[in-house]
């Protein structure tokens, strides 16, 4: 086969072809807007791709929640279990707008959860960026893989925004954040939690201290601390 790189035919030679064109549901018509994954068929409740996007930091074409296996879907088994209270038990339940993290289950994995860098600047103005390298990690070195980082958007006050984990087990090193946005909770948070030592999980206190890091320079604030030396 032959793929166009500025404008000129270069030859690709392989054994397999993979077509990832994606996939849309035709829902039109179907009152899929409704509350509580309800439809205009009392007998048909529709849950994951076929409701509205919750929207984040990835592309729904690549992430999870909109494409790929349905067992690797947060979103799904969430829409799932709120079908099944309403439908077989009469419960009231609602989607709600918790954050769903994303995973790209490649090699490194890369996760996130919440606002890009630039989605957050266009909503919220001034933000502050906050990143740490795997290879600050005891964990990373000992297992050989200190390729990847975190990065996390911040309000100036600390509110957490969204994160992006590139990097090994970054499925799993994504839950703190996803926990701290649906709590509303703050870097400064994340930063005072006790994190054993040594995992891959001390990379969120890492990133987190980042934001405390500017307080500790400052002057009247190193006076204080040298005051209380003083005084024992």
Known sequence: ???????????????HLLIAAGRQAVVEGLGLEGPASRSMHPASW????????TG???????????????RASPRWNHHAGLVIRNALFRLPARVG????????????????????EAEARERHGAIQILRCSFSENDRAWAEGTTEGHVKAVVTPRGRILGCTIAGAHADELIMPWVLALTKGLTVSDLAGLVYPYPTFSEVTKST??????????????????GLLRRLG
């Open 56 to 70: 984040g930091s990835m592309p729904s074409a690549i992430a999870p929640v909109e494409q790929g296996r349905e």
């Open 208 to 225: 987190a201290v980042e934001f405390l890091k500017p307080s500790a320079q400052n002057p009247w604030l190193r006076r204080a601390i």
């Open 46 to 53: 529709p849950t994951g791709g076929c409701k509205r996007p």
């Open 97 to 116: 707008q918790a954050p769903i993290p994303r995973v790209l289950y490649t090699d490194p994995e890369l996760a996130a959860v919440g606002l890009t």
């Open 1 to 15: 086969m032959a793929v166009f790189l500025q404008g000129e035919p270069e030859p690709i030679e392989g054994s």
